[in-house]
C-alpha cells in the first residue's frame, strides 16, 4: 500500500528500471510486510536541469544516478522507516550499483479512511482490507 513517487535523471534503459523498481519493491517488503502484490511505483524521469538534490550542508556528494523517493504510507513505526532506508540503499547498491549516497528518501505518513484502491470504496474502513 505504500504508494512510491520515484524521481531519476532520464537516461537508465528499461532493463535498469525493472530491477530499480523491483529491488526497491523487495526492500519495501522486507521492511514493512505488506502483501507481495501490494506494489504502486510511478517513475518520473527528468531532464538534468530539471532536478536539483543537494544535501542540507552534510557533505553529502551526489552523481548523475541520484534517485528520489517519496513514499506516502499509513503510519510506520521508527524501526520500520530505518529498516527501508537501510535496505532500500543496500539492495540498490548491490543490485543497481547505486551508491547510497545518490539516494534521498521522504516518508509522509496518512490514515485509513485516505486511501481508495478503486471502484470507489475505501477498503481499509470497509475491512475489504
Known amino acids: 500500500m505504500p504508494l512510491l513517487r520515484i524521481d531519476m535523471l532520464e537516461g537508465r534503459s528499461d532493463a ?8 526497491t519493491h523487495g526492500a519495501m517488503l522486507a521492511a514493512f510486510g505488506v502483501p507481495e502484490r501490494d506494489r504502486y511505483q510511478i517513475v518520473h524521469e527528468h531532464k538534468p536541469s530539471r532536478l536539483i538534490v543537494q544535501d542540507t550542508g552534510l557533505g553529502i556528494v551526489r552523481t548523475d544516478r541520484v534517485v528520489v523517493f ?8 521508527r524501526a520500520e522507516k530505518e529498516a527501508f532506508y537501510a535496505g532500500l540503499c543496500a539492495a540498490l547498491q548491490e543490485r543497481c550499483g547505486i551508491a547510497p549516497s545518490d539516494v534521498m528518501i521522504s516518508i509522509t505518513e496518512n490514515a485509513d479512511e485516505d486511501w481508495s484502491f478503486g471502484n470507489g470504496e475505501a477498503q481499509f474502513l470497509t475491512g475489504a482490507l
Open 70 to 77: 517519496q513514499v506516502t504510507s499509513r503510519p510506520r513505526t
Open 16 to 23: 535498469e528500471l525493472e530491477t530499480l523498481l523491483d529491488a
